[in-house]
């Protein structure tokens, strides 16, 4: 097994339920599960820029209230952010171009339920985690934190995800983790392959909160589309996001943030490193 040091690199005030994270040059952009911002950190000088995704600006809301953005990608000078699709409030996204900073928002509540039906599972059970764009299709992570523990990658097929496209299904078995079953948090596509972070939570909900169980780092091969390992990463922590920091030859760097279920407590940005 690799060997992998988890480090923490810095914290962020200000963002209490980051979900997500993208690294470009020295600036993290983060979302948070309880807002419609993204948030643009410049890491060396600790400073932080909201971008406005949608007309109002609203942050740390309610979660009957909130669009649960949970999924974060980048592709073609375009941050893809994405709802996590449990409830009808939260079949959303948005598009947010970074060179003009134009939005454009997607409407998913034909793409979720669809989904859901081509996975044989209720809506209510969708809980997507996790996207990144391998060969220009669309993979999607569900988390299986609902009653059926459904882990899997919905590749999404087609140039308009709103309404046109093709759906292929893979389910992961994750293993579980202090008792509890592990579900995909974030992912990442590193050289041909996937990276990933999951989670143990003590409900069996994609609602409501539970205990947390600690955290898991591991890899996936698209081609073959198994998995190849997995790695106790944390006990205690509930790792949400992942993003490439840095590589050369033989190693890899990871930005990791986490979400600690609490409004009073700010976000922590850990770094992981391992062997490629």
Do not use: W
Request: hydrophobic share 35%; charged share 25%; net charge negative.
């Amino acid at each position: 097994m690799k060997q992998i040091i988890l480090e923490i690199l810095t914290q962020i005030f200000g963002i209490s339920a980051a979900s997500g994270l993208h690294y470009n040059q020295e600036q993290l952009f983060v979302i948070a599960d309880d807002s419609n911002v993204l948030y643009e950190y410049a890491i060396n000088d600790k400073e932080l820029t909201k971008h406005q995704l949608y007309p109002i600006i609203e942050e740390n809301t309610s979660k009957k209230n909130k669009l649960d953005f949970e999924a974060i990608t980048y592709h073609n000078d375009s941050y893809y952010i994405f709802g996590s699709g449990s409830k009808p409030n939260r079949e959303v996204g948005a598009i947010y171009k970074h060179s003009n900073q134009s939005v454009k928002h997607l409407n998913l509540d034909i793409l979720y339920p669809s989904i859901a039906s081509f996975a044989n599972i209720e809506v209510d059970e969708l809980n997507i985690e996790g996207a990144l764009f391998y060969k220009d299709d669309l993979y999607l992570f569900n988390r299986g934190n609902g009653k059926n523990n459904r882990n899997f990658i919905a590749i999404i097929q087609g140039n308009n995800i709103e309404e046109e496209f093709n759906i292929v299904l893979k389910d992961i078995k994750l293993p579980p983790l202090n008792g509890m079953q592990t579900g995909f948090s974030d992912a990442v596509l590193v050289d041909d392959k996937i990276y990933f972070t999951a989670t143990a939570e003590g409900a069996k909900s994609t609602y409501d909160d539970g205990k947390i169980g600690g955290s898991l780092f591991g890899c996936i091969e698209p081609k073959k589309q198994k998995l190849k390992y997995t790695k106790v990463i944390s006990n205690d922590a509930k790792i949400e996001g992942i993003t490439l920091y840095k590589k050369d030859k033989k190693n890899l760097e990871f930005l990791l943030c986490d979400d600690p279920d609490d409004p009073k407590k700010n976000t922590t940005i850990y770094k992981l490193s391992t062997k490629k």
